[in-house]
C-alpha cells in the first residue's frame, strides 16, 4: 500500500499551486484527531469511514482523504519514502524529520477545511505539492545548488514567492538569510 500511495502522490499533479496554501502553521500543532473531527464535519469524509472506504480512496488516488484517515505513524512513513524518493529523483537534501512535515500537513490541510477551500480536485495531488512547498518555504530542499528563493521560484512561480513575501514575511526572510549564508 505505501508504495502505491508514495507513487500517486509524487506525480499527480491536480491542484494548481496558486490554489495551496502558504499558511501551512498554526501556533499548536494539529493532531491527527484533530484533523479528523473537522473533516468528518465539514463532510469531506465520512463519520463511519472504514478501512473499505480507505482502499477505495487510495484505488482512486485521493491524497488528502489517505491523509485525513491515515494515522501518525503512517503519515512518518510516507513522508520519510517522499522524503527519500526526492533525494533520489532530485538529489535533493529534506533535513527537518518527518514528524515537522506531518505537523505542517495536518495544519494546512485543517486551515484548507476551515476555509473551505478542499474540493474535489484537490482531493488528488495536493498532498506531494503541499510537503514539497512546505520544505521549499522553510528552506529544508536542498539541492546544494540554487539559491531557495529560486528555487522556489522556478518552481511555484512569482505569485507563490510574492505571497510568501506578503503572507509569511519571516519565512521569506529566513529563506533571504539561508541564500546570504550560502554564497
Known sequence: ??????????????????????????????????????????????????????????????TTIVWILANRESKVRMIEALKKEFSTQEEVTIARPALYYV??????????????TINDERKKGWLGKLFKMAAMTVGDFDDGKTNRIGALRAWAGE???ERLKKEQPDRYEHLMELDKRDK
Do not use: W
Request: aromatic content about 8%; charged content about 25%.
Open 103 to 116: 505537523d505542517e500537513i495536518n495544519g494546512c490541510f485543517y486551515r484548507a477545511i476551515e476555509d473551505g
Open 1 to 62: 500500500m505505501l508504495s502505491v500511495l508514495i507513487l500517486f502522490f509524487n506525480t499527480a499533479v491536480y491542484a494548481s499551486l496558486s490554489d495551496i496554501s502558504l499558511s501551512t502553521h498554526r501556533r499548536e500543532a494539529v493532531s491527527d484527531e484533530q484533523l479528523g473531527k473537522i473533516a468528518v464535519e465539514n463532510g469531506i469524509i465520512p463519520s463511519e469511514a472504514d478501512q473499505d472506504y480507505l482502499r477505495k480512496q487510495i484505488e482512486e488516488q485521493n
Open 159 to 161: 505569485e507563490i514567492v
